[in-house]
């Protein structure tokens, strides 16, 4: 346009400048004027012309440089996602329209055992099982349309044909100017541990309620408005109502009045103040009945947790037990008076008892003793001579006598003994003198059957401190017994003082041992306890060959309690006994 203006300017305005002025002098001044402007004009609007030319060219350069910033970006982009596709750890597969596998990135070769170098270019449909190849071909299918899909949760398959839970996600890839569909890319998610753990914490769930279900308490959850949210099978037993009763409705409504009993107190105390609560308390159904429960509380956040057990029976039986311990108590004190009654009369009847014995014994020693001495002197023919049948038969009398005097005699000992009435008075001596004293009453009688009679005795004196007439009776009640129960071989008696152990050093402990054992007929192990009881025989039958009273081991035994020693016997049956009395000697 600037052109044309020049041209025609240049073309008309000499012709212009003619017609309007006709002198030469003010045509040529103005022609110079009119150059001079012109020159002006042009310049400007070459100036002009040239900004705006250097302007374009900056615009253009600028375009340049954006452009080439926009490529560095996307390069950038590109490299920086390949990075990500390559380290991810979820699998990335993409796919052409036709659904050959077009990428497999390292995470996808992990998790389906496939080379990438293997896998591209094969249909994607090898990493679907059979039966779900029809489903994804639809989900393709309307990815393809553009539509993308989140978050499926499905079964793909590895190379060794085993089934991997997966989570994948499916969008369109879109390239070119126009964004248009050009495959498909898929993120899959290994989500095998995960459903793993779902699958673990369902079975806990489900043994966690199997649990509350199949136990004795009785479990409740009440929310923070009282409803009822759980009631488990024993709480429906404890509150002997169905559990539809229950669910969904308040506590206030289905126990109507509940606010004024204990048990509201307890659960109000766990719901307002938060802190777990703990009581034994009654409760009274509607239908008059009542029953005892230790009641549990804890807050939860839902609201609060109810444990009861039913402690009904337990009451029961502990409320019968006191009244039965109360009964009994009462029971033992009145059997306690009788039985003290009692004993006082047995007591009583006791000592009369052996007062009476006592008494009758030496009643009948007397009249005893005179049949003897008068036996005696008739049998010394002090009365006249007597025929040979009258000594025999006045030998049976004096016999008999003595039988009777011996029977006696023990029966007033072991009288006054339990009785309480026998004395022990110690007083030194020879055990020596008294052990030859009563051997010689004995070896007569010994040396009818052709016994030997032994003594071994250490030598010297042996003196000591005890009742020497209650020893004497000790020792010849056992040798009468040795030579009575013995028809071969002998008797023998052993004496040893011996040193008492553990004695106390300052009051020197010492012992005699007194062993009576003879080779007779000995005792039968079960009898050996009982032969220490008054009348006690072995042989207690009417046939029995050796005469006795069955007293004498008896007196034996509580005089040598007297004496504060013990006796004991070991016996083998057929081959002999043996006594052995140790008492302490105190000298
Ligand atoms: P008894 O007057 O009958 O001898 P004891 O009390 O002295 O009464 O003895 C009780 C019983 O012990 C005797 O009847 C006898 O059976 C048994 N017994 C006692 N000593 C001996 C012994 N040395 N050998 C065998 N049995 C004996």
Redesign the pocket.
Known sequence: MYACAAALWIAFSDRLLGSLVRDPATIIQLSAYKGFFFVVVTSGLLYLLLRRSVAIIEAGFAALETKEIERRRHEEERIHAESIIAHTDDAIVTCALDGAVASFNPAAERLFGHRASEIVGRPMAILVPEPQQRRLEAILASITDGERVEHLETELCHRDGSRLPVSVTLSPVRRGPERAVRGVSAIVRDIAARKLTEAALLRSEERHWTTLESILEGCQILDHAWRYVYVNEAAVRHNRRPQAEMLGRTLQEVWPGIEATQVFGLLEAAMKERVPCLEEVEFAFPDGSTGWFDVRVHPIPEGIFVLSVDTSERKRAELALRELNENLERKVEERTVALAAARERAEAADRIKSAFLATMSHELRTPLNSILGFTGIILQGLAGPLTAEQVKQLGMVQTSARHLLDLIN?VLDISKIEAGELDVRFAPFDLRAAIERVTSVVLPLATKKGLDVRLEIPDGALAIVSDRRRVEQILL??L???I???DRGGVTLAVALEREEGGDTANVGRLARMT?S?T????DAQ?LE???E?F?????GLQ?Q???????????RRLVGLLGGTIS?A?DRGK??T?TVVLPARS
């Open positions: 023990d009640n056992l009468n017994n040795a009575k129960f013995t009576v003879d007779g007929i000995g005792i009898h009982l032969i220490f008054p006690r025989q072995v042989d207690s029995r050796h005469e006795g009273t069955g007293l004498g081991l008896a007196i034996c016997v016996s002999g006994s006594f």
